[in-house]
């Protein structure tokens, strides 16, 4: 089986939405849009950090361990909205 180029440099993709660019590593902040999310939120607080980026969505995981994906454009997720953090030096 052979494995093409792009599926490897899709996995290491980013999202460029307006000014929200997420790698790996960047911070986002959860903006909960459902009352399922603004439970986890007040369960697993609302920063959290990209851990994995496919073509359409992306895992975080919270400070406390908790994962949960997201879809790479921020209006077409059902529960959640987001914006990316800026990091400080």
Not at 8 to 26: E, P, Q, T
Not at 57 to 66: A, H, P, R, W
Request: one cysteine or more; proline letters at 1%.
């Amino acid at each position: 089986m052979r494995t093409s180029r792009f599926i490897w440099s899709s996995m290491r993709a980013h999202v460029l939405r307006g000014r929200n660019y997420m790698d790996i590593g960047s911070r986002v902040k959860l903006i909960p849009k459902t009352r399922h999310a603004r439970a986890a939120v007040s369960q697993h607080g609302d920063t959290a950090r990209v851990v994995l980026v496919k073509e359409s969505m992306v895992c975080v995981e919270t400070l406390d361990g908790n994962w949960r994906w997201l879809t790479r454009w921020n209006d077409a997720d059902e529960h959640f909205s987001w914006e990316v953090l800026e990091d400080e030096v």
